[in-house]
Each structure stands twice: as structure tokens, then as C-alpha cells.
């Protein structure tokens, strides 16, 4: 069965503390992989798209890499406003058309 | 411009009774889904859409539940006879190529 299993659920980080978090993934095939952010009451927030194994994308502070198994998403020298819920979600390269996303990781980054 | 809008943003509704939700797409995009979020929980998919036809369907998703898309524009998703259970955060999200687009959701509370 694909599934999407991230950690850790939770992390309390000082700012610029540079952390990671985990995502790892069972497929039939893997079309791609999805991070995304979440505030409160808002809907998620679409930050990078891996599509194969060893590849790379970074956008200000946030580093996405993706392996056949998990990816990570790498937080450099953290701010406050960096605190959210991370997700995570993958398509299955066949046989259905959804998105499967983990419960995420809720980050919290103190002044 | 232009994002992915929902109306309403919160309902308050009593047991038994029908709900409707509406999702306005990004204007170019034919791909549509509808996902119902938790609290603590990622978001878990409802259905997809790509124009007007509703190309896959949550096997866990109750028959109560039901998703329009006419004209391939916006979309409706109704929840007939109300459970305690129904209550949730409901996305939708629009698609172009791989990335989804996410609104800001309708916060459903079933009294």
C-alpha cells in the first residue's frame, strides 16, 4: 500500500539552529514528490516538486533532496516566521490520479 | 488574480442537515481535487476532476458525498445528512502540470 510516513511530528528549534526533517515514502512508482507548508487555518502552501532520485531544489532558507526511499527537507539558519507545518505528499506514477501526503511536521522557531 | 478561492470559509451546520462548498479553480487550470483535512492530520483525497469528468473517487468516500464539476469550471462538493464525524477542514486544489494550488479551505463544524 503507498504510504507517506514523516518525522519527526514535532521540532522546536532557537533561530538559525540548522535542522532537517524526514520524509520517507513506499510507492508503486514514484511520478513525483511534493513539499508543502500549512499555517493555521490556511490551506497548504506549494514549495518544491522532486521528480528523481539525487535531485535537488532549494528556495531561501529551505533545501529539498530526494533519495528512491525518503527525501529531506534541509531548514538553514531559521527565522521565526519559518515556524509551520511541513508536508509532505507523493504521486504514484500509476493507477490513480491522487496525492498522498503525510501528517506532516509541525515546526516551531524561537527568537 | 489569482488563486484557488472556496466559499464559504466556515459553516456551522446541525446534524441532518445538507452542506454545499464551492471552489473556484486558477482560471487555466483543468485539473481539479477536493481533499478533507484534520486536525493533526495531511490532507486525504476526496476526488479529482479533470474538466468537466470525475476521473477517480476516494474508495472511503461515503455515499453521502458527492462532487460536480459542470462546464469544467468551478466545482461543488455536497455532504448530505450531516455526521458529528464530517466535521473538517475541505480543501480543493487546482493543477496545471504536477504542482497543486491550494485555497484557503472551508472549516465544516457539525453541531
Known amino acids: 500500500e503507498d504510504q507517506v510516513t514523516q518525522s519527526p511530528e514535532a521540532l522546536r528549534l532557537q533561530e538559525g539552529e540548522s535542522s532537517s526533517l524526514n520524509c520517507s515514502y513506499t510507492?508503486?512508482?514514484?511520478?513525483?514528490l511534493f513539499w508543502y507548508r500549512q499555517d493555521p487555518g490556511k490551506g497548504p502552501e506549494f514549495l518544491f516538486t522532486?521528480?528523481?532520485a539525487g535531485e535537488e531544489k532549494e528556495k531561501e532558507r529551505l533545501k529539498a533532496t530526494l533519495t528512491k526511499k525518503e527525501s529531506f527537507l534541509h531548514i538553514t539558519a531559521p527565522k521565526p516566521e519559518d515556524s509551520a507545518t511541513y508536508l509532505c505528499?507523493?504521486?504514484?506514477?500509476?493507477?490513480?490520479?491522487?496525492?498522498?501526503f503525510g501528517t506532516g511536521t509541525r515546526l516551531k522557531v524561537l527568537a | 488574480d489569482t488563486g484557488v478561492s472556496q466559499d464559504p470559509r466556515h459553516k456551522i451546520t446541525k446534524r441532518g442537515q445538507n452542506v454545499t462548498f464551492r471552489c473556484d479553480p486558477i482560471s487555466e487550470h483543468n485539473r481539479l481535487y477536493w481533499y478533507r483535512q484534520t486536525l493533526g492530520q495531511g490532507p486525504e483525497f476526496l476526488t479529482y476532476?479533470?474538466?468537466?469528468?470525475?476521473?477517480?473517487k476516494s474508495r472511503l468516500l461515503s455515499d453521502r458525498f458527492s462532487a460536480e464539476r459542470p462546464k469544467g469550471s468551478f466545482s461543488t462538493l455536497e455532504i448530505q445528512r450531516t455526521e458529528q464525524g464530517d466535521s473538517a477542514m475541505y480543501l480543493c486544489?487546482?493543477?496545471?502540470?504536477?504542482?497543486?494550488?491550494f485555497g484557503p479551505g472551508t472549516r465544516l463544524t457539525v453541531t
Open positions: 476532476f479533470q474538466n468537466e469528468a470525475q476521473l477517480e
Open positions: 510507492v508503486s512508482g514514484l511520478r513525483g
Open positions: 505528499a507523493v504521486q504514484p506514477s500509476t493507477g490513480t490520479y491522487k496525492y498522498i
Open positions: 486544489a487546482s493543477r496545471q502540470d504536477s504542482e497543486q494550488y
Open positions: 522532486l521528480y528523481s
